[in-house]
């Protein structure tokens, strides 16, 4: 099969089943030989001062050598006769053009993504992931003939861009570059680089906060009239050459940003509460400031004085909502939609729904296609399933075609998590969306893993298969995944066709490369489902009943503690991301009173009790404890948090999905520091949280009652970085402590 794909005399490759399928191919007799008897026939000719037409000679050259033993030369002037010549690219253009002929092959239009192009479907190349790791794939021959052919091809989705944008096998194979010219939350006039005094000399531009200062991030206040017209002062300067605007201009693809800093908007000045609408809570409360205030403004300025350039702006946080009133008539805005689920949920019809429909809000409003924003890190950091969703992909590529003009795609941690399959068929269907993710992957088993290739396209499908079942709740929980995407029985049955496949490659150095670089992710997926199937990851926190609660003064020595049994925190992970075990112990204990409510305590042991940090404003950056309960024991994703500091000063918190407002009613903490620890006591009454969706209350007896959720200590003091150590008690899996998908039990007994 594999000598099929290399086009040595025939156009096979040209329309191999796992490329994007090509509308007009011209064909003609003949072809040139380019390789032959241990020499190549003719060089490769780019301009290597430009780093995408280098990168491609590159590549080129590259596969050529591993096909064949021959390193064809490259120069930088086309030699009398024939040659193949990289056209230097225009950024802003992916419209190629390839065409085979006595002359020997023309590389044109964006002359880079020709070459890859070309290497795909003539050389039957694929690029899956870094070389180091075996990640591309060639045909070995002696003999390289190019039939003679013409065709071109163009992008469905014109803005392919990515973050980090530099990793070689992504960022230039998968046909992406840089092509809208969008800044991220800037401008940050709050620096001096960029700002210059603006703190001293226009402090109202920045947001002001609840404790009345401004300045206290680089947030924007957008209601005030200054910002404004220091917006406009800037861009006039800008584009003058007098003064950078702090990057939120780019006079080469005129584009102006309005993307607020990191966060949600939270400005208290008598312009900005004026302007918020607190009937759009959550995610629209500040939209009012931005999309029916700042932008109108801005958008006839920039019609009247700057009429080819275009506002790029990023509803972001509490700014995401679609006003139904706005439309932007000057026809100058576009939207950058960030997306938070993860293209991944987009598997699930509802999050799909909801999520497509916003797109056409904002496409409604703005009257141009949108730029969506999706990132590969989410769901990716609340499991270790090394799920495919190349399914949901090319559904959603197909579906919004006609209001989506690209994506920005945030591939954040995928050394952590893999999925560069997924990134494969991501940039194939911003590419074009009309293929089958399937013929992908089974090209890739039989290239990569060769005598394997059965077991391990088994293993492929059941991972993409089991993504694709329908979760009672779309949020991913261990319940989902292990419940319900990967049943136990499938992922031992993934391990065994794992084992069966590495036997087979012994001996195959290339190929058990390529498998261990693959499968990496997989060891701890089976470790955790076979955790979940036995009861879960660790031993479940022992809620004890009492006749009364205990008294809540920070003492751990009443009576009522007696029957309590102590979970020691076991996972770690430090602000660099890095798991390992706690500097200094952390126990919990809880115990249940009938008709009162749940009491938990916690001894915090501290080696160094004068650097514990407890001098800010509750909660903010002082040592504490936080923990997350699901009162209803589903864990489809809703929950309570709480937050008690060193000093015993509490604030309370829900999930998106806790459907309730809560502030914590009847909720009693306290805590006490010795010299070697902080303990610490936290009363939660059951009428403050009976609204709760689906809440187990215990009345006399508990028998198989539970709730599921963890616990997290923050340090901020000795040994730790500038923004802390995190403990936790149910999370050896996953890096957040929040998420349902790292919640454990928290099991009443009786006695």
């Known amino acids: 099969m594999l000598t099929a794909i290399l086009a040595a005399a025939t156009l096979a490759g040209i329309h191999a089943k796992d490329l994007t399928p090509l509308k007009d191919v011209e064909t003609r007799e003949g072809e040139i030989v380019w390789v032959e008897g241990g020499k190549a026939a003719f060089p490769i000719v780019a301009d290597m001062g430009n780093e995408f037409a280098s990168h491609a000679a590159k590549f080129l050259q590259a596969s ?42 023309a590389l044109s239009g964006n002359g880079p993504f020709a070459a890859y192009d070309f290497a795909e479907r003539i050389l039957g190349v694929r690029q899956y992931f870094d070389d180091k790791e075996g990640g591309r794939s060639v045909v070995k021959t002696d003999r390289i003939a190019l039939p003679f052919a013409k065709w071109t091809d163009a992008p469905v989705y014109v803005c392919r861009e990515m973050h980090p944008n530099r990793l070689s096998w992504t960022y230039h194979f998968r046909r992406t570059m840089s092509s809208y010219g969008h800044a991220v939350h800037t401008p940050r006039w709050i620096t001096e680089k960029e700002g210059g005094d603006y703190i001293k000399t226009r402090p109202e531009i920045f947001e002001l906060s609840a404790n009345g200062k401004r300045g206290v991030s680089n947030m924007l206040c957008y209601g005030n009239p200054k910002t404004l017209e220091t917006y406009v002062e800037r861009i006039e300067q800008d584009i003058a050459g007098i003064r950078p605007s702090g990057r939120f201009v780019n006079k080469e693809r005129k584009i102006i940003t309005v993307s607020q800093d990191d966060g949600s908007l939270a400005c208290k000045c008598e312009y900005c509460q004026k302007l918020i609408d607190p009937s759009l809570a959550p995610n629209g409360l500040y939209a009012p400031i ?11 300025i920039v019609a009247k004085r700057w009429p080819d350039w275009t506002i790029s702006i990023l509803p972001y946080h509490n700014t995401c909502r679609c006003l139904e009133d706005v439309h932007f008539t000057n026809g100058n805005v576009v939207a950058w939609l960030v997306t938070h689920p993860g293209l991944a949920m987009l598997k699930d019809r509802r999050v799909k729904e909801e999520e497509e429909a916003k797109m056409r809000e904002w496409y409604r409003c703005t009257g141009r296609k949108i730029v969506n924003w999706h990132y590969l890190v989410y ?97 991913v929980s261990l319940k989902a995944v292990f419940g319900v995407s990967y049943p136990v029985e499938e992922t031992r049955r993934m391990k065994a066709l794992a084992e069966t496949a590495k036997a087979k490659l012994a001996g195959d150095e290339l190929g058990l490369r390529r498998f261990e670089f693959f499968m990496k992710h997989y060891w701890s997926f089976f470790a955790e489902s076979e955790e979940y199937a036995s009861g879960g990851a660790f031993q479940p926190l022992e809620v004890m009943k009492t006749a009364e609660p205990p008294k809540v003064d920070g003492v751990l020595d009443d009576d009522a503690w007696k029957p309590a049994k102590g979970s020691a925190f076991v996972e770690g992970v430090n602000a660099e991301h890095v798991i390992k075990a706690p500097p200094d112990a952390t126990e919990m204990r809880a115990v249940w009173t009938p008709g009162y409510g749940v009491t938990f305590g916690f001894r915090c042991f501290e080696a160094h009790m004068d650097k514990v940090v407890r001098n800010n404003p509750p909660c903010v950056g002082n040592d504490q404890v ?23 000063s509490a604030k309370f918190y829900k999930s998106r999905r806790g459907a309730m407002p809560w502030k914590g009613e009847g909720v009693v903490a ?9 303990e610490l006591e936290v009363y939660v009454p059951f009428d403050s949280i009976r609204e709760f969706p689906g809440a187990r209350i215990p009345n006399l007896g508990a028998v198989n009652l539970k709730w599921v959720g963890n616990a997290t200590r923050m340090r901020y003091g000795e040994g730790t970085t500038k923004r802390g150590y995190f403990s936790r008690l149910f999370t050896k899996f996953n890096w957040w402590n929040n998420h349902t998908a790292a919640f454990g039990i928290f099991q009443f007994k009786e006695w």
């Open 290 to 300: 931005l999309w029916r205030h700042f932008v109108p403004k801005l958008s006839d």
């Open 670 to 678: 306290a805590a006490k520091s010795y010299a070697d620890r902080w």
């Open 626 to 648: 936080e923990f997350f309960i699901d009162p209803s024991g589903s864990g489809n994703g809703g929950y309570l948090q709480i937050a008690v500091d060193v000093n015993g």
């Open 64 to 105: 050529v050598m591993e096909m064949t033993g021959v390193k064809v030369k490259i120069v930088g002037k086309a030699p009398e006769g024939p040659s193949v010549r990289i056209a230097t690219p225009n950024p802003l253009d992916s419209a190629l053009s390839v065409e085979i002929g006595p002359d020997g092959v």
């Open 379 to 475: 769901p990716a950091s609340y499991t270790p399933a090394p799920y495919l969703f190349g399914d949901a992909i090319v559904s959603h590529y197909r579906d919004v075609s006609d209001i989506v003009a690209g994506t920005y795609v945030d591939q954040y941690s995928l050394k952590r998590k893999g999925h560069e399959l997924d990134l494969y068929v991501w940039f194939r269907a911003l590419w074009n969306p009309w293929f089958e993710p399937s013929d992908v992957y089974d090209v890739f088993c039989e290239r990569m893993f060769g005598p394997a290739a059965k077991e391990m396209r088994e293993i492929v499908r059941l991972t993409a298969d089991g993504w694709k079942r329908d979760w009672e709740v779309p949020l």
